[in-house]
T-cell receptor, first 113, second 116 residues
Framework: KQEVTQIPAALSVPEGENLVLNCSFT??????LQWFRQDPGKGLTSLLL?????REQTSGRLNASLDKSSGRSTLYIAASQPGDSATYLC????????????FGTGTRLKVLA | GAVVSQHPSWVICKSGTSVKIECRSL??????MFWYRQFPKQSLMLMAT?????????EQGVEKDKFLINHASLTLSTLTVTSAHPEDSSFYIC????????????FGPGTRLTVL
């Protein structure tokens, strides 16, 4: 059974810092991995989608990497801003013909001004 | 990006009543939609997979007679919480999967259900 864990569970950093959020999964047979952002009381916003054949994806100040064999993905946020404060979730989709995603436990990020 | 809407955004109801939540893909067709629930400060828990034109597939531990799902068209799925009780109070989020090569999943804004 696939299990997705995110470390740290919570993180508080001063504005301007570069930071790394970690996501690990127990079953490396994944189809893709997606990073999301969730603001309090809101739905999810997709940040980056990495296919199993890809190593990384970049969008603005965000960079996500994927090491499928070791069951790990990292989300790198450069020059953090207070507006980056949110919960970040990673989710993996299995290779079986289902589109089902298994979500990680989440990292609550707070960027201090 | 693709847009998914949910209606209502929040609802308060009395115990014992039924509540229907709609999930719509606004600018794409989705043969598959998902329903999740999220408790405060917790991650999303998948409840069921909604497939257009067929019965929903429920996750283990989810009561299919309590959480009725209907995927009547390629852009609409509904979740009906029947005979709601206070323990059903939660944040319900739907998602829809695009039919292109990447099958990306887009999420609705969520519905806050409070059962008194």
């Amino acid at each position: 059974k696939q299990e997705v864990t995110q470390i740290p569970a919570a993180l508080s950093v001063p504005e301007g810092e570069n930071l790394v959020l970690n996501c690990s999964f127990t079953d490396s047979a994944i189809y893709n991995l997606q990073w999301f952002r969730q603001d309090p009381g809101k739905g999810l916003t997709s940040l980056l989608l990495i296919q199993s054949s890809q190593r990384e994806q970049t969008s603005g100040r965000l960079n996500a990497s994927l090491d499928k064999s070791s069951g790990r993905s990292t989300l790198y946020i450069a020059a953090s801003q207070p507006g980056d404060s949110a919960t970040y979730l990673c989710a993996v989709r299995q290779t079986s013909g289902t589109y089902k995603y298994i979500f990680g436990t989440g990292t609550r990020l707070k960027v201090l001004a | 990006g693709a847009v998914v809407s949910q209606h209502p955004s929040w609802v308060i109801c009395k115990s014992g009543t039924s509540v229907k939540i709609e999930c719509r893909s606004l600018d794409f067709q989705a043969t598959t939609m998902f329903w999740y629930r999220q408790f405060p400060k917790q991650s999303l828990m998948l409840m069921a997979t909604s497939n257009e034109g067929s019965k929903a597939t429920y996750e283990q531990g989810v009561e299919k007679d309590k959480f009725l799902i209907n995927h009547a068209s390629l852009t609409l799925s509904t979740l009906t919480v029947t005979s709601a009780h206070p323990e059903d109070s939660s944040f319900y989020i739907c998602s829809a999967v695009t039919s292109d090569l990447y099958n990306e999943q887009f999420f609705g804004p969520g519905t806050r259900l409070t059962v008194l």
